[in-house]
């Protein structure tokens, strides 16, 4: 279409100007941008907009519950006191000569404030080094070391905007091109399918076991790697996502040593998605990093951990704040790297500095210590009362099973739909999945992401919720949602 | 090497463990990468870097001078007020709920702190839409209306991480592979080098004039362009960056019509950046945007205007705020843009409303106004002073002429190396303009970019410096300058 309308040069001006043809069309663009989707801002977050935008003219209800995406903040809680004064303060360090700022601001979020501007003269306006402030890197490496009982070096630390930078730079890396591939969990966090669809790489699925607690099973890896070699596809790495998005699982140790055995087995990536490291729910399987089991077992296998600001009792999803941490990387790679880091300049600073905040809060002793520990202690057994409000009234409903979350912040429930329901999804040429999600939406004002934006198992139909909603407002969504699935259910029955 | 690596799994446990060589390394990663340069950020930052850690042991100095960059915070310049004191707010809104605030922070800074949490109510915690803020592309859309005087609508504004995110996401929408190419100037701004080389696109430079003051001959694209074409590839878009970078200069009307022409005529997507649309030094020639330039012109050229917080008066870099405008967009290929950003969720939100703050500074009348109006004009009359001084400074020494800047905040002298000098460099392994470079870094601490990294026309040699140090130490950067240029041209002549 393009090469043909290059041609137009020879046509007299006055006929050109009246052609509307020569604008760029969905045919003439990148064609990998066209094939990429992103559930979690798909098709129904676009219909949630425009109901909201003709202002719930048809609908039994006036707002929207927006349970699609883990952003905590949308949904009512609220940001941690001690570091948002600590931001504040670095937005305008004139306050710090001030005298009444000591009458609105905690004493450790003063000394923490003079403590980054003592190593960040130039603060937050000057873009930082590419890799992100030593100060925070140092914090970071801490915090780790403090996490896992192995020492952590700054040098291997990136700091970035969340944690989907981070992930796009070490695909851009380790991605050659068509005919390289990644294994992804399926159901996965669309993140994921979307990058490779991007980069025009494989996504080598393998399917997490829903009966087994959504666990990873190694024999499955070896299944698809020997799939892809067969078609010519070189497998660079392996996503693991642990807390499990949108599975809500911990993987058991056991498990992860099979998986870093696997790695070292096939030398590949181990790509670690860590995010929902402080999201876990069960005494008896507690967060264990990627980092330490590879120190404990002594092996060499290169991993990267993705860690962010957006999730954790944190929910710092508009700072854009994350970290990923490189181990047994080639010192080489590591520059180019940096070389591509580099070209974005810098990640946000103020993510940076809220990064930082993540990884050293208030200590006993401190000022703010005691709001502090309240604060997070609120949110995270308000987000395990939730979980299990939620999935009690999931499991309750006809043909819905729904495994306890162990972690992260969503409920991935199976639904077994009844033919009729999947008869009329494909008369309204909608896959089922996304139908249910639809028909939830009109009825509730509900906003989840089908199942089949993360993938499922064939035959098997999903959706995903968070459990953020505010902990008052939750048994009226399992309410709704009850109501509205036995509807359902009764009309396609 | 890595192919023959995955043969691994066959070897015993113990001898693998014993290999180090299963890492990757450049060999294995992607090419591209490797081939990427960002000269801004590369080998004199790198020694620079390196000067820095050994602590100035062996140089006649005790502080490097960055004029790599385009960093103005990072050498002394100060954040405007009224801005840093609702992103302040925003951060901590509970402040507003104190009586000590109005004693800390200007009643107009309070007011627009509460108009942005109205239409924000979950404040900057939360994702945005992917989009951005509406009420700041609210502002956006009112601020451009009222500099071109032609409408502007707020969907067509998208937020971004600083300019550069845009420049990505418009290349990565445009480029389908790797017979496509975008018209480059001739010295460019390496990101875009950086990026084209990262999406295997060719780069197509069109040198500019140095002699007629870096204008831009429109004949010399319909050169590159047939060249591009008998090689069988597809040109796409046409880059113009103005007030130019590294070239300091403003187009004129008339030349900004030729390239509109020019785009007209060959149906090619127009990439305006316009980040330096405040740095304007010279009454003569003011800012013209392309924007108003196609409204005037009835054109119906797909143009993308971008713009960022990072430069101008304000410089805040590190808040990694910007925009860009689409014109004349396919509303579907728009869809599609969209959903590219979406995969990324959003762009930081402080950098959102930092955006915001510069479209819609304090008006007369406001409490804020006089400090703002005041620091405005300090920092860009002091700018126009220091690059006189500094573009004066350079005139007079030998062999070295140098364009008035008329815009931005760079000067990019030329030098004529002594063939001794360039004999010196060969015998080095380094480019000459890389030598010249070095040395001066060596011997003064001042940290350049040579023209090699933004590309200059054969045999000619430059460096790219800024005017950014404070003015009190301007006559000092000079004189330092001067005598290193002195010392240098005798050591080879």
């Not at 181990?327 to 180019?336: G, H, L």
């Not at 401190?366 to 997070?376: D, G, L, M």
């Not at 939730?386 to 009690?392: Q, W």
């Not at 896959?431 to 509900?446: K, M, Q």
Request: with cysteine; charged share 20%.
């Amino acid at each position: 279409m393009w090469t043909l309308r290059r041609g137009a040069a020879s046509v007299p001006r006055t006929l050109r100007t009246l052609r509307s043809s020569s604008t760029l069309t969905t045919k003439d663009i990148n064609q990998a941008v066209l094939t990429a989707e992103y559930a979690v801002r798909g098709e129904l977050v676009l219909r949630a907009a425009t109901i909201k935008k003709e202002g719930f003219k048809e609908q039994p209800y006036e707002k929207l519950l927006e349970c699609n995406i883990g952003n905590p903040q949308a949904v009512g809680q609220k940001p941690i006191s001690f570091g948002r004064q600590v931001l504040s303060l670095m937005c305008c360090p004139a306050l710090l000569e001030l005298p009444g700022t000591s009458e609105l601001f905690a004493p450790d979020a003063i000394a923490r404030a003079r403590e980054y501007l003592a190593a960040i003269p130039n603060g937050i306006g000057a873009y930082s080094e590419s890799q992100g402030f030593a100060i925070v890197r140092d914090q970071v490496a801490a915090f780790i070391e403090k996490r896992d009982g192995y020492p952590a070096n700054p040098q291997d630390i990136f700091l970035t905007d969340g944690a989907s930078k981070g992930v796009g730079f070490l695909l851009s890396l380790v991605l050659r091109g068509r005919s390289d591939g990644v294994l992804v969990p399926i159901p996965q966090y669309p993140l994921y399918s979307a990058s490779l669809a991007l980069q025009e790489a494989h996504m080598l699925g393998y399917e997490l076991d829903e009966a087994g607690g959504w666990a990873l099973p190694v024999s499955l890896l070896e299944a698809e790697l020997s799939k892809a070699k067969a078609n010519g596809i070189e497998t660079r790495a392996l996503v693991v996502i642990n807390p499990g998005n949108p599975t809500g699982n911990t993987l058991s140790r056991e498990n992860m040593q099979q998986i870093v055995q696997f790695c070292e087995e096939h030398e590949m990536v181990l790509m670690a998605d860590e995010v929902y490291q402080e999201n876990v729910y069960e005494e008896a399987l507690p967060f264990y990093s990627f980092k330490k089991i590879l120190c404990e077992m002594g092996s060499k296998v290169q991993c990267v951990s993705f860690h962010s600001t957006s999730k954790g009792f944190l929910g710092e999803c508009g700072l854009r704040g994350g970290y990923f941490e490189l181990m047994n990387f080639d010192p080489d790679v590591q520059a180019q790297l940096l070389k591509l880091v580099s070209i974005g300049l810098c990640s946000n600073t103020l993510g940076q500095i809220a990064c930082g905040l993540m990884v050293a809060p208030p200590q006993q002793g401190e000022a703010s210590y005691p709001a502090y520990a309240a604060e997070k202690e609120g949110i995270i057994s308000s987000m395990k009362r939730r979980a299990t409000m939620l999935v009690d009234g999931l499991n309750a409903l006809e043909g819905v099973t729904c495994n306890a979350p162990q972690g992260a912040m969503y409920a991935f429930p199976s639904i077994t739909l009844p033919p009729k329901a999947i008869a009329a999804a494909e008369a309204a040429g909608k896959v089922p999945d996304t139908f249910y999600a639809l028909a939830l939406l009109e009825s509730t004002g509900i906003v989840v992401v089908p199942g089949s934006g993360f993938g499922q198992k064939e035959g098997t139909w999903h959706f995903r919720t968070t459990f953020l909603p505010p902990e008052d407002e939750m048994s009226s969504v399992v309410a709704r949602m009850t109501d509205f699935h036995q509807g359902f259910m009764a009309k396609y029955a």
